[in-house]
């Protein structure tokens, strides 16, 4: 007898489906072909798990003890369908700073039956739904969606929402390279700044550099080149290059120091 049991009849991908011959009698061997290009061989039954959605016909070809054949197929008896997506997408973005820290997340998918989402282990439901996280906090927060269509299929996508300090620059105007060990080094303080992609250079009244770093740690002392004697006391210009770590957004600043002996 070739005729068999299939469970379950439909459900989304990765879909796992029971075949078992519904009368085993003295069949010895029975292959089986999945209406998906694969094939296989299993009695009293077999499990397959389809991978791309289609509506699925299945037939087996079993043989008894005593050599007789019998096969069979049955059309369109397995519906396969793609899962749900939890894609999401939030506004503002990329700019989320502790002076701003108000989202809106959104669902790609829509007329789904649920949307269940964890922000910063705070749970909400809907396709949109805001969130205020702390204020004045930089930090990193788990944000997770998980969906639920009309079949009870589901799909989770987790993501890491990025709370960070506003791009910062402070350049001190004034310094006095006398060795005293107060003010004796120039030096930008910087904040969401790359440290990856900075330059700044300083000039001297002629244009002339007497002083260039790419780290943004490394000030400058009044020497030229951060060599020899501190250079005339005197007012010399700044050019600063820099990219913001977070947005990617290159500024330009300029300015003026004097050096004070």
């Known amino acids: 007898d070739p005729l068999f049991t299939f469970a379950p009849d439909h459900g989304c991908t990765p879909l796992d489906v029971d075949f078992g011959l519904k009368n ?10 999945f209406g998906d290009g694969s094939t296989g061989t ?23 003890v005593n050599g007789c054949v019998a096969d069979t197929m ?19 973005f990329p700019e989320l700073t502790t002076e701003n820290t108000h989202l809106t997340f959104t669902a790609f ?16 439901t809907g ?20 969906v639920t269509d009309s079949i009870a299929c589901t799909a989770t996508l987790c993501d890491t929402i990025v709370i960070h300090d506003p791009l ?13 060990g107060v003010n004796d080094v120039w030096k930008p303080s910087l904040v969401s700044a790359d440290p990856k992609d900075l330059t700044m250079e300083v000039y001297d009244r002629w244009g002339q550099v007497v002083f260039a770093s790419n780290a943004p ?24 290059r820099l990219r913001n770590i977070f947005t990617a957004e290159s500024k330009e600043y300029f300015g003026h120091v004097s050096l004070l002996k």
């Open 217 to 240: 740690d490394m000030g400058w002392n009044g020497g030229k080149g951060n060599s020899g004697g501190v250079l005339p006391q005197g007012i010399y210009n700044w050019h600063l």
């Open 109 to 124: 998918q829509p007329e789904l039956e649920n949307y269940a989402w964890t922000i910063d282990q705070v749970q909400r």
């Open 42 to 64: 299993g009695v009293p039954g077999i499990t397959h798990t389809y991978t791309a959605p289609g509506t699925i016909s299945v037939g087996t070809f079993v043989t008894d």
């Open 168 to 180: 910062a620059v402070y350049v001190p105007n004034t310094f006095t390279p006398d060795g005293d």
């Open 74 to 92: 049955l059309y369109h008896i397995i519906r396969v369908y793609p899962p749900p997506t939890a894609l999401f997408h939030y506004t503002p």
């Open 127 to 146: 396709q949109e739904v805001s969130y205020d996280f702390p204020y004045g906090w930089a930090g990193s927060y788990p944000v997770c969606l998980t």
């Open 24 to 33: 085993m009698g003295n069949t010895v061997a029975a292959e089986w072909t």
